[in-house]
Each structure stands twice: as C-alpha cells, then as structure tokens.
C-alpha cells in the first residue's frame, strides 16, 4: 500500500499496486467524476434544445406555407354570376 498523502506515480497505478486517496484527493475524484457528468448532460440538453428549436422553426413555416397556399381566392366568373342572380330573384 502507498502512504497517506505521498505523490501517487501513473506507473505505480498502471502496474496495478494498490493505493489509498487522501480525503481531498477523493473529493477531487468526486467533483472531477461531476464535472463529467455534467458535461455530458449539458451536451445532450444542447443537442435536446436544438432538434426542439428546429421543430418550432419548422412548424412556423409549415404554418405560414399553409395560410398562403391553402387561401384560396373564389373566382366567380360571368355565368356563374347570373346563376345567383338569378337563384336570388327566384325566390
């Protein structure tokens, strides 16, 4: 086993001796196994806010598109016309 707060060598951890973490040492493991995490959970609420930005995007256009093409104006030609005059006066 190693000390209590001597320098940890990377060749004594590779080589698979065992070695005990000062308290703070295992509090940095700690934050640094959080800042991980929360990394990782930033990247996928980013990659989250995206697709949803882009899915309201899209819903707008789609939204415009369909008022603009799906208005369409009545076009009443001559005959047309006369018909309803004259179903209105037959009445």
Do not use: C
Not at 8 to 28: H, K, R
């Amino acid at each position: 086993m190693q000390q209590l707060g001597r320098p940890i060598n990377v060749d004594d951890i590779a080589s698979g001796t065992p070695v005990i973490l000062t308290i703070e040492a295992y509090f940095q493991l700690l934050e640094h196994q959080e800042l991980k995490e929360a990394r990782k959970a930033s990247s996928w609420a980013r990659n989250l806010a995206l697709v949803a930005i882009a899915i309201a995007a899209s819903s707008v256009i789609l939204s415009v598109m369909l008022q603009v093409y799906g208005t369409n104006e009545a076009v009443i030609d001559g005959t047309q016309y006369q018909r309803i005059i004259d179903a209105i006066q037959a009445k």
